[in-house]
């Protein structure tokens, strides 16, 4: 039963997702119309300082709010993490809103006050993240997110088509959709019934910061791999190739959302399996599947990469195609920290993600700053990769004495199958090549996920036979 939930909750998951990111990618072409090239770098570079934030204001409880929560039972006992997790964030979001509003006051930066709204909506959403793990809710939570993403695009479309406020309009319209979104989870987990004042207490904060503290320079240090390179870039080239570099990060961060399901539910999977006997076998087994939907999903993205700079978006980010390739492989390795970083949290040991990300994080700032002279935005995508092929590394080696993991033949396989489709994407071609890659990848990905696409239907109401 154990083992079915993965699947059963990573699908679950992956149709809110779905609907979420296709949301996003159909936005992305139209916002990157709506406001200039350097308004756009300008406000990616905001969405960075905001991801930075969320660590730090969080003090990553709500990591603990899930891990501690997850285990209990009766939810009086989860109501103790909840409440105490809600007193963090309450605390150091009016912290924040000083902050911002002096910057507001005294050095008149314009863009503080929905900064603050925007950045308070992504923060307390991570919080109600962990919360909905903790109470075994993620199929709710995915669909909430992506009626969110619905109201981002609203408030967008309001704020800078309707009242024409550009930049400014774009973060109120972000912030807007990350409110609902927040609101929505609120009412439709009956939310109130786990807040208890009694509950709250000092000794209840310190427990649940006892776990966390040690995912603090963890989580910053993810922020340094994933996000950095926008501030490097920002001051070394300008918000224009900022502007150009978001573009092209968006199509991964597609990849990374969509992997992003599978470590979720992995999380807790990971958990319920840590003391089975055979969690070994398991664990490779898993390994494994990952790997090859991983390699399949990326092979069409590489291979639709073409279409997407070709026909999708404007030709003023076509720079940007080439960066595409580098951060969807980058993608592929996060993902992979991920599952190892869920086995460690699952055995309790944050503590070893966070040696290893900060180490990748020493690695990514190096690499970028020293090169980003030389090679321009490719430092940025050079560096994330390097960086995420590190952190991999160090995961597995952690994690030796207490599991074995080894690649399947398949596995490898397929790996030499993608370095061939990336390869070919710098290949100057005809485009019918381009297209003959494309139905290549996409046959790839039916032979590797059959199986997984007819169960995917089935939960859909579509009831197809396997």
Same mark, same amino acid.
């Given at each position: 039963m154990k083992k079915n939930n993965l699947s059963t909750n990573t699908i679950m998951l992956a149709i809110g997702t779905f609907l979420n990111k296709g949301l996003q990618f159909i936005m992305i072409p139209l916002f990157s119309r709506w406001i200039t090239i350097n308004d756009y770098g300008i406000f990616d570079l905001l969405c960075t300082y905001t991801a930075l934030l969320i660590p730090i204001v969080t003090l990553a409880s709500n990591e603990a709010?899930?891990?501690?929560?997850?285990?209990?039972?009766?939810?009086?006992?989860?109501s103790k993490y909840i409440?105490?997790?809600?007193?963090i964030v309450l605390f150091n979001s009016l912290l924040l809103a000083f902050v911002l509003l002096y910057l507001f006051i005294?050095?008149?930066?314009y863009l503080a006050i929905p900064f603050f709204f925007m950045s308070f909506g992504d923060i307390f959403n991570t919080y109600l993240q962990g919360y909905m793990r903790a109470i075994r809710k993620l199929n709710i939570y995915s669909f909430c997110t992506a009626f969110s993403t619905m109201c981002v695009f609203i408030g967008v479309s309001i704020f800078v088509l309707v009242f024409d406020m550009g930049l400014k309009g774009m973060i109120w319209g972000y912030a807007f959709g990350y409110l609902i979104g927040d609101f929505i989870i609120i009412f439709s987990t009956k939310y109130k019934n786990y807040i208890r004042l009694k509950k709250i207490s000092l000794v209840g904060v310190k427990e649940l910061l006892s776990y966390s503290y040690a995912l603090i320079p963890n989580n910053i240090s993810w922020w340094i791999i994933n996000v950095s390179d926008r501030t490097i870039i920002n001051f070394f080239i300008g918000a224009t190739a900022n502007g150009i570099y978001a573009i092209a990060g968006k199509v991964p961060n597609f990849c990374t959302a969509l992997f992003g399901v599978f470590g979720i539910s992995w999380q807790e999977t990971a958990t319920d399996m840590a003391n089975e006997k055979d969690k070994n076998e398991y664990y490779n087994n898993i390994l494994n599947k990952m790997c090859l939907i991983l390699i399949s999903i990326c092979n069409n993205i590489v291979c639709c990469n073409f279409i997407l700079f070709n026909y999708i978006f404007d030709s003023a980010y076509? #720079?940007?195609? $080439?960066?595409t390739p580098i951060l969807i492989t980058s993608s592929i390795f996060s993902s992979l920290s991920l599952f190892f970083g869920g086995i460690q949290i699952s055995l309790k040991n944050p503590k070893a993600n966070g040696i290893s990300t900060i180490l990748g994080a020493c690695v990514n700032l190096i690499l970028h700053l020293f090169c980003v002279k030389y090679i321009g935005l490719y430092a940025a995508a050079i560096s994330t990769l390097?960086?995420?092929?590190?952190?991999?590394?160090?995961?597995?080696?952690?994690?030796?004495? #207490?599991?074995? $993991?080894?690649?399947?033949?398949?596995a490898i396989v397929f790996g030499l199958v993608y370095l061939y489709f990336v390869i070919m994407a710098y290949v100057n071609k005809p485009l019918g090549i381009d297209f003959l890659n494309l139905i290549l990848a996409l046959i790839f990905f039916f032979i590797i996920n059959i199986k997984l696409l007819f169960k995917f239907a089935n939960k859909l109401g579509v009831k197809v036979k396997i």
């Open positions: 709010v899930f891990r501690l929560g997850v285990e209990k039972n009766n939810p009086e006992e989860k409440s105490n997790g809600l007193i005294k050095k008149n930066w076509s #720079k940007a195609q $080439f960066l390097i960086s995420n092929i590190f952190i991999v590394f160090i995961r597995l080696v952690l994690l030796k004495e #207490k599991i074995r $993991f080894q690649l399947r033949k398949e």
